[in-house]
């Protein structure tokens, strides 16, 4: 059974630019769920993916979004990014109804100059 | 204020202690409540979920939910200097079964034991 894969590992932007993360769902898994951590706090909800359609939404602006593709990967991109968009982003994947069990990836770290 | 908080910490305990983590919630809503250890530059790991009040146990780790007191704690017994990490508790309203599962995260309490 694969885990959950994330990439890039790493990653430095400056203000203003664009990102897009990538993540690979746990086999069997057919949902994404984004999050984002910042230094010294627990993950906050970004938005969610099922079945390749957006499946609910945190208290994030429009220019975070995301893809679910027709294999259950999935992509986070941020738009006109800001210093506080510095932080670890994490995906986890889940199967349909079991979203108590969400299993994490490793994570991107993003710093934004 | 926050709709789930925990202590940061840190906590520092000897080896075989018993630790005690805890969270308090405020949204009565929360049906599932569950546990997660991140190791220092790691995604976190789901140690264990409970669904509404009670116990449950897995192997040294033992979750307790008190939805009466909005109190949830996770007991760590004959504690491992392995077991250093940050431990999160996170909780989660599931309703009819959906498929949408938001998780609500504490702050995470870091635990480190000594030898």
């Known amino acids: 059974e694969t885990g959950v894969t994330q990439s890039p590992t790493h990653l430095i932007k400056t203000r203003g630019q664009q990102v897009t993360l990538r993540c690979s769902s746990q086999?069997?898994?057919?949902?994404v769920s984004w999050y984002q951590q910042a230094l010294g706090q627990g993950p906050q909800f970004i938005f969610q993916?099922?079945?390749?359609?957006?499946?609910g939404r945190g208290n994030f602006p429009p220019r975070f979004s995301g893809l679910q593709f027709p294999n259950y990967s999935s992509e986070l991109n941020v738009n006109a990014l800001e210093l506080d968009d510095s932080a670890l982003y994490l995906c986890?994947?889940?199967?349909?109804?079991?979203?108590?069990?969400?299993?994490f990836g490793p994570g991107t770290r993003l710093t934004v100059l | 204020q926050k709709e789930v908080e925990q202590d940061p910490g840190p906590l520092s305990v000897p080896e075989g202690a018993i630790v005690s983590l805890n969270c308090t919630y405020s949204?009565?809503?929360?049906?599932?409540f569950m546990w997660y250890r991140q190791y220092s530059r790691k995604g976190p790991e789901l140690l264990m979920y409970?669904?509404?009040?009670g116990n449950k146990e897995d192997g040294r780790f033992t979750a307790q939910v008190d939805k009466s007191s909005k109190y949830i704690s996770l007991f760590i017994r004959d504690s491992q200097p392995s077991d250093s990490a940050t431990y999160l508790c996170?909780?989660?309203?599931?309703?009819?079964?959906?498929?949408?599962?938001?998780?609500?995260f504490g702050q995470g309490t870091i635990l480190t034991v000594h030898p």
């Open positions: 409970t669904y509404s009040s």
């Open positions: 949204n009565s809503a929360f049906q599932y």
């Open positions: 993916y099922y079945r390749e359609e957006e499946n």
């Open positions: 986890a994947s889940s199967q349909g109804t079991r979203v108590y069990e969400q299993f």
């Open positions: 086999s069997g898994h057919n949902t």
């Open positions: 996170a909780m989660l309203f599931n309703a009819g079964g959906t498929s949408y599962g938001k998780l609500t």
